[in-house]
Structure formats: C-alpha cells, structure tokens
C-alpha cells in the first residue's frame, strides 16, 4: 500500500492519459491535482452482461485496453517512465433498465418521463492500467461506484423545455446533475460526482492502494 507521500511522488513521475473526452471528467481529475493527457478510445463498445455494475466496469476496461494499445505502438512504447490510464463509463438504471445516452430528442424524452418523480441508480465504471510499458508490467484494476438519486415530478413543459436546451443529447439517462437539470433533483445518495461522470475520491483511494 502507498503511502500519500510516495503516491504524490510517484504521480509527478507518472505520464497520466485519461481515456475520455468528456470535459466533465477532465475538470474532476484537476480537481484532485492530477496533471494528464487526453487520448480518446475509439474501442467499439461490446457487452455481455446486463447487471449495471458490470456493464459500466466491462465498458471501462475496453477504453482502457484500447488506448494502452494507441500507446504502446507509439513512438514512446520504450519509455521507461511509468504509465497510467484511466478511463470511466457511466450508465444511468432504473428498475433494472440501462440508459445511456440518448439518440435522439425523442428517446431524451422518453428516459427524462421515466426518471422524474422516483428514484433512480447511476453506475461509473473506472479502470485503470498502471505500470512500465518498457518492462511490460501493465497491470489493471477495475472497480465501480454507485449513486442513487431522487428526482422531482417534472411536468411535459418541464421536460420539453430541458430537451430543447440540448444538454441532455450526450449524457447518461439524458441529464446532468451538474447543469440546468439540478432544479429538478430532490437528492442524492452518495457520491455526487459519480452521478457527474467520475469518483474521484474513490479513485484516489483506489490508486493508493493499487498505482
């Protein structure tokens, strides 16, 4: 286990890649002092479980494996400093039922009618791979969180006028807590930014742990 002292030494000699272009990841990992780089996925998304957790870890762990290899056959595979990835998937699941982003305004509608005036869970899967690329000692670390939230009644006007602003159209079960759709929350259980996109107190403890 590390201690903080030697994380925080070891994270400045870490070359970190977070695997999302979502802004909303990218201002939570400054939020805990990490300095990182952008490399996006473009794994195609393959899933053979249904139960959320699972989805979200599977999904995480795809994004992960899929920039190690853009990295790894780059110019810096023989770099022997030490590599970090993290990626993230977020799902939104009510009564069983996964959202994810919408396709459309119409299924944006559809998720927001069956979300207002209830309960509903959000699942973050984060994967991490940590190690040195030069002496082949990647290693993975999977882990998910859980957020439940409460939502007011919203009427049709409500959820018309929310879709029209368009900040449903890339986000899990069509809204964000962070956003204009923060008047319609009553509440949450847990941890608020896992609803935004990423643990990252978990995550901080994980890499204590594990990095």
């Given at each position: 286990?590390l201690?903080?002292?030697?994380l925080e030494t070891e994270?400045r ?5 977070l ?10 990992l ?5 300095e990182?780089?952008?490399?996006v ?6 899933v053979?479980d249904t139960?959320?957790g ?13 920039v ?18 993290i ?6 699941a009510?009564d ?20 207002q005036?209830?309960a ?6 984060v994967?991490?791979?940590y190690?040195?690329v030069?002496e082949?000692t990647?290693k993975?670390h999977t882990f ?8 007011y ?6 959820i ?10 890339d986000?899990?079960?069509?809204y964000?807590i962070?956003?204009l ?8 259980e ?22």
């Open positions: 286990m201690t903080v002292k030697k994270r000699a870490m070359k970190i890649i695997a999302s272009a979502s802004p909303r990841r990218s201002e939570l400054k939020q805990i002092g990490l990182y780089e952008v490399l996925s473009d794994a195609e998304e393959k053979i139960e959320p699972k989805v979200v870890e599977e999904l995480a762990k795809q994004k992960a494996d899929n190690y290899q853009h990295y790894f056959q780059g110019t810096e595979k023989h770099s022997s400093e030490p590599l970090l990835i990626s993230a998937d977020t799902v939104v009510c069983g039922r996964i959202l994810g982003k919408p396709k459309d305004a119409n299924e944006a509608r559809d998720m927001l009618r069956a979300l005036g209830r509903h869970e959000v699942y973050t899967g994967s991490f791979l190690g040195k030069s082949d990647m993975c998910h969180e859980v957020t439940r939230v409460h939502f009644p919203m009427t049709e006007e409500e018309e006028a929310y879709v029209a602003t368009l900040d449903p159209m986000k899990a079960g069509a964000g962070q956003g759709c923060a008047r319609h929350i009553k509440g949450i847990g941890d608020y930014n896992n609803v935004v996109g990423l643990p990252v107190a978990r995550l901080y403890q994980e890499m204590k742990h594990f990095v």
